[in-house]
């Protein structure tokens, strides 16, 4: 497993870089560096499922389930995963159970420090370490466009 930290500041207050990052609109936005289509199904308080969600050819969706384990509002989001989804089919076996990623907003002066946080199985690490960072550049167009 290995833990993967990308970082950027943001010219933006904490309340907007959140919004931008998990209100479904701009979520499906930034979340384009995953896979087109991206969406998420569920909700982002403690204790909510989610389901992230991405669209196969096929006209079925893959992609990782998980449960929100703590969410302080503008500061603080973790999310743990319970698996992963195939095809639409559930899977809550797999390398994904367990892991973890956060999301940290600190505001300083009206700019915002992002921090992403993921653990990830190791033959997954290059390819997210490529998506996160174009995500997080994403993230923060989409928050400082006026």
């Given at each position: 497993?290995e ?19 998990l ?19 569920g ?21 990782l ?8 509002p ?5 999310i ?24 940290s907003?600190s505001?300083?002066e009206?700019?915002?420090?992002l ?6 199985p ?14 997080i ?10």
């Open positions: 497993m833990n993967l930290r990308f970082s950027v500041d943001v010219n933006a207050p904490a309340q907007h870089v959140w919004n931008v990052m209100h479904l609109d701009t979520y499906r936005e930034w979340t384009g560096a995953f896979s087109e289509g991206s969406t998420y199904e909700g982002w308080n403690e204790g909510d499922e989610i389901r992230f969600l991405g669209p196969n050819e096929d006209g079925t969706a893959s992609g389930l998980g449960t929100i384990v703590e969410n302080r503008h500061e603080f989001v973790l743990r995963y319970l698996g992963d989804i195939e095809k639409g089919i559930e899977n809550r076996e797999g390398p994904a159970v367990g892991l973890h990623e956060s999301y907003f505001e300083t009206g700019v915002t420090n921090v992403v946080e993921l653990e990830v190791d033959e997954w690490a290059d390819d997210m370490r490529g998506m996160w960072s174009e995500a550049v994403t993230i923060k167009r989409l928050a400082e466009r006026v």
